[in-house]
């Protein structure tokens, strides 16, 4: 077997290498849009047949990338801004300011996961960081590399890591293929005052890992932004926070203060009592049969059903506005483009409804409530007795959601345990709506 291991392991490894071999030389001599989403400022657009006479004759296309009418001009704006001197967060704060979209609004078909409300500094330095802009291609910014769960236990396996790579590693395009956003020397400035300014501000840091474990971890979120809360250690104890300011851009409709605190140890106690109670072997049928009716009866939209409404009701809009130009004389065939991609969005959120919907109407039944009785029979007696870095995949198991309301000082808890019957969708949405 482990002969037979090996071979294949090899095997695999040389259709790795064939594979991102002819990728790298398309990019870099054909310069072929290889998949994935467009970057912001861009959409995509037909360029014709596969060169691959089978995948051809099934139908399948090229694309290539064209600037999106209503974003390009804001990217042009971002880099103008920035080499003036305006800092991310001004640059942030500015558009926010003037109801300019944030890349996640602009697209809610596929953005239903995120806010929203308001642009972030990340966001802002993700396009001023991204070489497409110019007009190349731009292939190998990332890549996946595999690493051994245990170096003394090779039998336990691999964890798959997704990091990115150098600069001097990125294939490029020997020629710019579709139309640029800003010319190669001003993205070249403005990489070059971004360098200038990590020598001057070293606090500008990418993210690291901590060994430090957090039972609540991606459990907790925030009741003003609805985002989850960050695991830190004051005063050596573990708390969670959220400091949406920090990151986003100040935004008129929410009122939210620079940071927001809770202890870990405030929460434990209380949250184990509980689920002591609610899910002990004898309580555990009553409980599960109370989350069937609850199923039944709620009629809570699902956060995806509002985003797909508005959607749909900005294409709607949209739409409009396209045929109102083409009324005015302006060009049949970019018009044409640009209401093929308004009824795509249209299309994707008119599924996303219909997915969504079927989601909802997912009910327990009980030979599905005497299964979860019987996987989640023994895990209270676990929990009341584990220490507290050793209770996170058990509350994970219990389908934990915890929401902190700060004015009120209360956390509000719900639990949905893991169910194989579970309906979902990816929450990102269709990253490749154009191989359909």
């Keep these: 077997m482990s002969v037979f291991g090996g071979m294949s392991k090899g095997e695999r490894n040389r259709v ?30 037909d360029a014709g047949p596969h060169p691959n006479p089978a995948k051809a004759a099934d139908g399948k296309r090229l694309h290539r990338l064209e600037p999106d009418p209503q974003a390009a001009p804001i990217v042009v704006r971002i880099f103008t801004e920035y080499l003036r001197g305006t800092g991310l967060y001004a640059i942030a704060e500015g558009l926010t300011r003037d109801n300019i979209p944030c890349p996640s609004a602009h697209d809610r078909a596929r953005n ?139 935004s008129s409709p929410l009122d939210h203060p620079l940071t927001v605190y809770i202890r870990e140890a405030a929460i434990l106690p209380e949250l184990d009592r509980w689920i002591a109670q609610v899910f002990a072997p004898g309580q555990l049928k009553t409980t599960l049969q109370a989350m069937q009716r609850s199923q039944r009866t709620a009629a809570t939209p699902l956060p995806g059903l509002e985003a797909a409404r508005r959607t749909i009701t900005d294409c709607d809009r949209r739409l409009n506005q396209y045929r109102a130009a083409l009324d005015a004389g302006a060009s049949p065939a970019t018009v044409a483009n640009w209401i093929g991609q308004a009824e795509a969005d249209k299309a994707a959120a008119q599924q996303q409804l219909i997915t ?48 902190y309301n700060m004015k009120k000082r209360v956390v509000t808890v719900e639990s949905q345990p893991a169910s194989s019957v579970y309906v979902r969708t990816c929450p990102r949405g269709d990253l490749n709506p154009h191989a359909r």
């Design 16 to 45: 790795k290498i064939r594979v991102r071999t002819a990728m790298g030389s398309q990019a870099k001599i054909e310069g072929r849009f290889l998949g994935g989403r467009p970057p912001y400022g861009y959409r995509l657009a």
């Design 356 to 403: 969504a919907g079927a989601a909802r109407r997912t009910v327990l039944t009980d030979e599905q409530i005497h299964g979860m009785i019987k996987d989640l029979g023994d895990l209270t007696d676990r929990l009341v007795t584990a220490p507290a870095d050793r209770k996170a995949p058990l509350y994970q198991a219990f389908g934990l959601t915890l929401t």
């Design 112 to 250: 239903p996961h995120r806010d929203g409300r308001a642009w972030s500094k990340n966001t802002v330095r993700a396009i001023l960081t991204n070489p497409r802009y110019t007009g190349h291609e731009v292939w190998n910014k990332q890549r996946k590399q595999e690493i051994l769960l245990d170096i003394d236990d090779v039998t336990l396996g691999h964890r798959t890591q997704q990091t990115w790579n150098t600069p001097e590693q990125w294939i490029w395009s020997t020629q710019p293929v579709h139309e640029p956003l800003v010319s190669k020397t001003t993205f070249t400035r403005a990489q070059a005052r971004r360098h200038d300014r990590r020598q001057h501000h070293p606090a500008e840091r990418s993210p690291r890992t901590t060994p430090r474990t957090y039972a609540l971890r991606g459990l907790i979120r925030c009741s003003l932004c609805d985002r989850k809360m960050q695991g830190t250690f004051n005063h050596g104890h573990p708390h969670y926070r959220c400091r949406y300011p920090y990151e986003y851009a100040k």
